[in-house]
């Protein structure tokens, strides 16, 4: 059982930065790809950005190449996920995810075995 709570999110305005962080309950953080999807209502989970579990690869979708950097420290069983260069459409639900021994970047959420609660990114024009 892995339990994941995200913090970071707020309010900011269209072209500043927020890092988010998911810290991750248990000693198998290690054995989990990591995963940033975003939710607005009415709408699909969509990915964000992954990570392998030992960090080696990462992968983003196309609206956020260049501006969002995941990373993840198994020290600290932490990923977080720095965002910049906000725009209005990043605004969101965030949430955090684990699948278990992705040693490639999944990006399917169905794929994904625990999920954070989420937290709201608000970026304003």
């Known amino acids: 059982q892995v339990q994941l709570v995200e913090s970071g999110g707020g309010l900011v305005q269209a072209g500043g930065s927020l890092r988010l962080s998911c810290a991750a309950s248990g000693r198998t953080f290690s054995s989990y790809g990591m995963g940033w999807f975003r939710q607005t209502p009415g709408k699909e989970r969509e990915f964000v950005a992954g990570i392998t579990l030992n960090g080696g690869s990462t992968y983003s979708t196309d609206s956020v190449k260049g501006r969002f950097t995941i990373s993840r420290d198994n020290a600290k069983n932490t990923v977080y996920l720095q965002m910049n260069s906000l725009k209005p459409e990043d605004t969101a639900v965030y949430y955090c995810?684990?699948?278990?021994?992705?040693?490639?970047?999944?990006?399917?959420?169905?794929?994904?075995?625990?999920w954070g609660q989420g937290t709201q990114v608000t970026v304003s024009s």
């Open positions: 995810a684990a699948s278990f021994g992705s040693v490639r970047v999944r990006t399917r959420a169905q794929e994904y075995d625990y």
